[in-house]
């Protein structure tokens, strides 16, 4: 089984920039499409990007449109956020995941879960 772990979360300050890592183990990571996820306190989990399995097709919410970059390695069994100009209200916790089913980091058919990197934006 795959599993999910994140890295390169943190505290930064409005405006700052972090780069989110999730490394996937398992032979299959290039069957998955994989997605970024967030979830603040109080609130649901919301998607942030999606690259499908050859990193070709890319899909960013409007939220994060223009500030964050999703992007893979299959050689790496890895996939990256670069967030830039970040705010407060993208403080949440990242969890990447991984869709064997559409190309597009659904989340009801995501099946792998990472546990998760804390990003905090102070004012």
């Known amino acids: 089984q795959e599993q999910l772990v994140e890295s390169g979360g943190g505290l930064v300050q409005t405006g700052g920039s972090l780069r989110l890592s999730c490394l996937v183990s398992g032979p299959d990571f290039s069957r998955y499409a994989m997605a970024w996820y967030r979830q603040a306190p109080g609130k649901e989990r919301e998607f942030v990007a999606s690259v499908g399995r050859s990193g070709s097709n890319t899909y960013t919410s409007n939220s994060a449109k223009g500030r964050f970059t999703i992007s893979r390695d299959n050689a790496k069994r890895a996939v990256y956020l670069q967030m830039n100009s970040l705010k407060p209200e993208d403080t949440a916790v990242y969890y990447c995941?991984?869709?064997?089913?559409?190309?597009?980091?659904?989340?009801?058919?995501?099946?792998?879960w990472g546990q998760g990197t804390q990003v905090t934006v102070s004012s």
């Open positions: 995941g991984a869709d064997p089913i559409s190309n597009g980091g659904i989340q009801s058919y995501i099946r792998r």
